[in-house]
């Protein structure tokens, strides 16, 4: 693992798979070249999904959420870091998508009220965590609808219709639907305003890439002809990659990252490969903001404790 770990280090933005590791493509003390507000900014979106995903582990507990739920625990920065860069694109999510919703300015409440089943939730308390929409001014959401990687050709043909810039986040796993492609590749034909990007946990489930298949990704959206990069979730990093990408689109960005917890459901089985949550936060201290980010994750973890005070809850629910 060091070995592997030395080797990524050293290189560099890679439009290949190398093996996984926090290191992979990262640019390097890149986030000293950032204003702090930004910094703080991708930490407050990153403290966001990461409080708000705890309280349903909590919820989820204490009785209060008895639907399946897909937490973007571990998987944070992305949503934090693309939110930054894209605010207005057109969003076709995927499954595990509290993380984008929130980080692109989604009501943490309609989504709390969404997982409870009530009326007031994103979708009417009718669909559920794997199918959290919005259309509002701040966001345009389309949830997803069960089958893997659907949302890409969804998002392709709502690019096509209307032009707008559009998102289209999909799994590692999705990646690999045949309908996937041939978006990717009628995107490429049309040149339209797309951005692909794959949030790679390394799991399908519970069965790894390698397992799996023997291609990559990056490789195949290159071969039909857009620019393609591989990226681990350094949220600093996402930033510039996306900034280079968004110049040219069609475009397709990979970025490893690390589910936390199960595929679906509130339970763990021991310790993800990295803690980019962690990682972020030291980053944060050498860069002189350790203070500044403690008084904003103390905020967070406040105002979203108080969303998912269950005793509050209890009684609304009337359980
Ligand atoms: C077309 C299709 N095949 C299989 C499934 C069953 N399924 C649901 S989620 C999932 C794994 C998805 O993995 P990935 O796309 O990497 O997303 P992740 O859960 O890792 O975020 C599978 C196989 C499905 N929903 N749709
Ligand atoms: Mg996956």
């Known amino acids: ?16 798979v ?26 407050r979106r990153m403290c966001l999904i990461r409080y708000f995903e705890l309280g349903i582990v909590k919820a ?13 625990l571990g998987q944070e920065a992305i949503g934090a870091a693309l939110s930054t860069v894209i605010p207005h ?35 009417g308390g009718r669909a559920g965590s794997n199918c959290i929409q919005c259309h509002e001014e701040n966001i345009t959401m389309f949830g997803h609808h069960g089958l893997i990687g659907e949302n890409v050709p969804l998002g392709v043909g709502a690019a096509l219709g209307s032009n707008r810039p559009t998102a289209c986040f999909f799994g590692d796993g ?28 390394n799991l399908s489930i519970l069965t790894t890439v390698d397992r799996r298949r023997t291609w990559s990704m990056t490789k195949v959206a ?12 350094d949220p600093w990093t996402i930033i510039h990659r996306t900034q280079e990408l968004t110049r040219n689109l069609p475009a397709f960005l990979n970025i490893h990252t690390c589910r936390a917890h199960w595929h679906v459901g509130v339970g763990q089985d021991g310790l993800p490969e990295w803690d980019r949550f962690e990682l972020v ?31 509050r809850l209890r009684t609304r629910l009337g359980r």
């Open 1 to 16: 693992m060091a070995n592997l770990l030395a080797k990524n280090r050293e290189t560099g933005p890679t439009e290949e």
């Open 18 to 43: 190398l093996g996984r590791s926090p290191f992979l493509g990262v640019i390097s003390d890149l986030s000293q070249s950032f204003h702090p507000n930004t910094s703080l900014s991708l930490f």
């Open 60 to 72: 989820a507990r204490d009785g209060l959420i008895t639907y399946p739920v897909y937490l973007s």
């Open 89 to 123: 694109y057109m969003i076709f999510a995927q499954h595990r998508c509290h993380g984008i919703y929130l980080a692109f300015g989604g009501d943490p409440v309609r989504l709390r009220d969404e997982l409870l089943g009530l009326p007031s939730g994103t979708s």
């Open 174 to 201: 999705a990646a690999e639907e045949d309908y996937v492609f041939a978006a990717m590749g009628f995107a490429t034909t049309h040149k339209l305003p797309v951005l692909f990007v794959c949030e790679d946990n």
């Open 222 to 233: 290159k071969a039909l002809g857009m620019e393609a990069l591989e990226t681990a979730d």
């Open 281 to 311: 936060r030291e980053q944060l201290g050498r860069l002189g903001l350790a203070e500044k980010a403690l008084k904003t994750e103390d905020e967070i973890q406040k105002s979203v404790g108080e969303l998912w005070d269950s005793e």
